[in-house]
Nanobody, 118 residues
Framework: QLVESGGGLAQPGGSLRLSCAAS????????INWYRQAPGKQRELVAR???????YHADSVKGRFTISKANAENTVHLQMNSLKLEDTAVYYC??????????????WGRGTQVTVSS
């Protein structure tokens, strides 16, 4: 249901763009979220975009990362600028709709590795 792309290796201060492609029904009705999980740490919410377009960014990435919706592509992008070493993690796309039936309430992508290293 969710297909991530765009991870890879970047230098500190560099940029990467992650993409999460979804089905039309998910894209229009679910909040789309980016989480990340670094080795030995809990998974944390990085950014969120609601069906209506409102966005949220965690304090740790505010001003550096931007989540956006590409409506024509049913895709959510996470533009990551001014990358830091501590941004290294596996990034996961998540779709959530608390109003959906129990077995359709949440979906996860497989994850994409982002490594920031000099």
């Amino acid at each position: 249901q969710l297909v991530e792309s765009g991870g890879g290796l970047a230098q500190p201060g560099g940029s990467l763009r992650l993409s999460c492609a979804a089905s039309r029904s998910i894209f229009s009705s679910y909040s789309i979220n980016w989480y990340r999980q670094a080795p030995g740490k809990q998974r944390e919410l990085v950014a969120r975009v609601l069906p209506g377009g409102s966005t949220y960014h965690a304090d740790s990435v505010k001003g550096r990362f931007t989540i956006s919706k590409a409506n024509a592509e049913n895709t959510v992008h996470l533009q990551m600028n001014s990358l830091k070493l501590e941004d290294t993690a596996v990034y996961y796309c998540n779709a959530h709709n608390p109003a959906a039936s129990r077995d359709q309430r949440e979906y996860w992508g497989r994850g994409t590795q982002v490594t920031v290293s000099s």
